[in-house]
């Protein structure tokens, strides 16, 4: 009796055994799906890096993971990506940090600080190295449910003009600009401009209409999105370096299997550093095609320059201490000076 015994324990052992690795083959053959949704045009360079992510992983997980884009704004916008991200409603997303994370967690507005960080290396190294730069992070992941998979930088912001040569701070006064973020308000007060509040889908007919004549933005943006038809002046220096990001909600990366975890993260981390590497380069690029359609660029020096940097550190900065935490102005600029 015991030898049956033992026999009927042994097969039902051998059963779930078995079952277990048929589960286990069920699983490794399984096709899973993200979608992707970013407000970038399909002409701008983010979306072109974020689609090389995407084949990459198609390719790396041999077809098991399949990412959807949807660009253009089809599914969410620039400020409501975020939320979208953390309620699950998309699996990814692009995210321009200063437009999506101060309202989260208003320390992030610390890397809209004109000239404080003087890349996109070292202001991704405070908040990935620092003990207070690391807090607004995690806190930011925390509350957003999000995962970061790439960094996807848009690039460093410099102000653009349809109404007259930008030869200097004095030049600004009366313009019509456009505001994306809070944080670019105390900026525009000190020059004297008329502010308007627009989303990116708005630019271009604003431009047209002449609802507004000027902007900051990175160089990449008047091209992709065609506002250097109404945009024919520029000024620098760069005031500060607009980061992006493709986001996964944490709760659909953790229930990927672990390999096609790592399938992501080492997309991401490759076509992250083709996009960064790039960067700054395409903006030269596109400066250079902006000055051939007859836009001309004012590099800011001498006198000019003084006047710029005494605006920022007298009127602009004082004006934004109540964006972000004197403590994180402080972590932040004893960061840069070491």
């Given at each position: 009796?015991?030898?049956?015994n033992?026999?009927i324990?042994?097969?039902?052992?051998?059963?779930?055994?078995?079952?277990?690795f048929?589960?286990?083959?069920?699983?490794?053959?399984?096709?899973?799906?993200?979608?992707?949704s970013?407000?970038?045009?399909?002409?701008?360079h983010?979306?072109?890096?974020?689609?090389?992510?995407?084949?990459?992983?198609f390719?790396?997980?041999?077809g098991?993971?399949?990412?959807?884009?949807?660009h253009?704004?089809?599914l969410?916008?620039?400020?409501?990506?975020?939320g979208?991200?953390?309620s699950?409603?998309?699996?990814?997303?692009?995210?321009v940090?200063?437009?999506?994370?101060?309202?989260?967690?208003?320390?992030?507005?610390?890397?809209?600080?004109p000239?404080l960080f003087?890349?996109?290396?070292?202001q991704?190294?405070?908040?990935?190295?620092?003990?207070?730069?690391q807090?607004?992070?995690?806190?930011?992941?925390?509350?957003?449910?999000?995962?970061?998979?790439?960094?996807?930088?848009?690039?460093?912001v410099?102000?653009?003009?349809?109404?007259?040569?930008?030869t200097?701070?004095?030049?600004?006064?009366d313009?019509?600009?456009?505001?994306?973020?809070?944080a670019?308000e105390?900026?525009?007060?000190?020059?004297?401009?008329?502010?308007?509040?627009?989303k990116?889908?708005e630019?271009y007919?604003?431009?047209?209409?002449?609802?507004?004549?000027?902007?900051?933005?990175?160089?990449?943006s008047?091209r992709?999105y065609?506002?250097w038809?109404?945009l024919?002046?520029?000024?620098?220096?760069?005031?500060?370096?607009?980061?992006?990001?493709?986001?996964?909600?944490?709760?659909?990366?953790?229930?990927?299997?672990?390999?096609?975890?790592?399938?992501?993260?080492?997309?991401?981390?490759?076509f992250?550093d083709?996009?960064?590497?790039?960067?700054?380069g395409?903006?030269?690029?596109?400066i250079?095609e902006?000055?051939?359609?007859?836009?001309k660029?004012?590099?800011?020096?001498?006198?000019?320059r003084?006047?710029?940097d005494?605006?920022?550190?007298?009127?602009?900065?004082p004006?934004?201490?109540?964006?972000?935490d004197?403590?994180?102005?402080?972590?932040?600029?004893?960061?840069v000076?070491?």
């Amino acid at each position: 009796m015991s030898l049956l015994n033992n026999f009927i324990r042994y097969s039902k052992l051998s059963f779930l055994v078995l079952l277990s690795f048929c589960f286990s083959l069920s699983s490794l053959a399984a096709e899973f799906t993200g979608r992707l949704s970013m407000h970038w045009n399909d002409k701008h360079h983010c979306t072109k890096h974020a689609q090389m992510f995407v084949d990459e992983v198609f390719e790396k997980s041999n077809g098991r993971l399949k990412i959807e884009v949807f660009h253009s704004g089809q599914l969410f916008g620039i400020r409501e990506i975020m939320g979208g991200i953390t309620s699950g409603a998309v699996d990814l997303g692009g995210v321009v940090g200063v437009v999506g994370f101060p309202k989260i967690n208003k320390n992030f507005n610390v890397a809209t600080i004109p000239g404080l960080f003087d890349s996109f290396e070292q202001q991704r190294e405070f908040f990935q190295k620092s003990d207070k730069g690391q807090e607004i992070w995690g806190d930011l992941l925390n509350k957003t449910n999000s995962t970061l998979v790439m960094y996807n930088p848009v690039g460093p912001v410099m102000t653009f003009s349809g109404a007259r040569e930008l030869t200097g701070v004095d030049a600004m006064k009366d313009l019509k600009a456009r505001r994306l973020i809070g944080a670019e308000e105390p900026m525009w007060k000190a020059y004297g401009a008329k502010i308007v509040g627009l989303k990116t889908s708005e630019v271009y007919t604003a431009l047209q209409t002449g609802m507004i004549d000027t902007i900051n933005t990175p160089p990449q943006s008047i091209r992709a999105y065609s506002w250097w038809e109404f945009l024919k002046f520029g000024q620098k220096p760069y005031q500060y370096f607009a980061d992006a990001y493709i986001m996964a909600n944490s709760d659909w990366f953790n229930k990927l299997p672990n390999d096609l975890q790592q399938v992501v993260l080492d997309a991401g981390k490759k076509f992250g550093d083709v996009s960064t590497s790039k960067i700054i380069g395409v903006g030269e690029e596109v400066i250079s095609e902006f000055e051939s359609r007859g836009g001309k660029v004012t590099v800011l020096a001498g006198a000019e320059r003084e006047k710029f940097d005494k605006l920022m550190s007298d009127k602009v900065l004082p004006a934004m201490m109540d964006k972000f935490d004197a403590e994180a102005l402080k972590a932040a600029e004893a960061f840069v000076a070491n």
